[in-house]
């Protein structure tokens, strides 16, 4: 069976620092991976998706990045953390018209 | 611009009891419509997915229903449970990557 991890759970950053979440995938290959963000009582915004080893498409600007090094991970970056970037972010996977797979979240605190 | 509302924002019912949620949508064109359940500070999980020529799905409890031509969707909840109690976000998919999100509909189950 197909298993998605995020870590770490929860962080608190000053304004700012660097940002780096990651995203593992097992049990599947070469599965669509997303970032969400989910603002405190909002809907999830995603923010990239990846097709592939390499391939990132970003759908929102943002001073975010994402990276996808290898198969089934999935990585998100930040250079300077701003106060708006704080959120719950969800990495989740999927295929192509069928349902996507979410992740535990990470709730990010940028102070 | 291509939206999903949900109504109501937020209900109580008493355990036991029935609830419907509703969720209308302008996305177009349309692929697919999906309900999730998300935990408090958990990551969404999928219930149904239904496509355009499909009228109702039920998972155990939860039975959903869509309209296309209206652009409707109800979630059902019968006999409702303690574990219940969560966020239900409405998604409809213009293809795999664009995905639009309802804000969700939060359910308080009480004994």
């Known amino acids: 069976s197909q298993t998605i991890h995020q870590w770490p759970a929860t962080l608190v950053q000053p304004v700012g620092s660097p940002l780096s979440l990651e995203c593992t995938v097992e049990?599947?290959?070469?599965?669509?991976l997303y970032w969400y963000r989910q603002a405190a009582g909002r809907g999830l915004q995603l923010l990239f998706y990846?097709?592939?080893?390499?391939?990132i498409s970003s759908e929102v600007p943002q001073n975010l990045s994402a990276s996808r090094p290898q198969d089934r991970q999935f990585i998100l970056s930040s250079k300077k953390l701003l106060l708006s970037d704080s959120g719950f972010y969800l990495c989740?996977?999927?295929?192509?018209?069928?349902?996507?797979?979410f992740g535990p979240g990470t709730r990010l605190l940028v102070l | 611009k291509n939206q999903v509302e949900q109504s109501p924002q937020s209900l109580i019912i008493l355990e036991g009891k029935n609830c419907t949620l509703q969720?209308?949508?302008?996305?177009?064109?349309?692929?697919?419509l999906r309900w999730y359940k998300q935990d408090t500070g958990r990551g969404p999980v999928s219930l149904t997915i239904?496509?355009?020529?499909?009228n109702t799905k039920s998972n155990g409890r939860y039975t959903a229903t869509l309209d296309a031509d209206t652009k409707q969707s109800s979630l059902h909840i019968t006999a409702s449970q303690l574990s219940d109690s969560a966020s239900y976000i409405c998604?409809?998919?213009?293809?795999?990557?664009?995905?639009?999100f309802g804000a969700g509909t939060t359910v308080t189950v009480r004994a």
């Open positions: 989740a996977w999927g295929w192509v018209k069928e349902t996507q797979y």
């Open positions: 049990g599947t290959s070469n599965p669509n």
């Open positions: 990846s097709v592939g080893i390499g391939q």
């Open positions: 969720c209308n949508y302008t996305v177009s064109p349309f692929s697919n």
């Open positions: 239904m496509t355009f020529s499909e």
């Open positions: 998604v409809v998919s213009q293809n795999d990557y664009k995905l639009s």
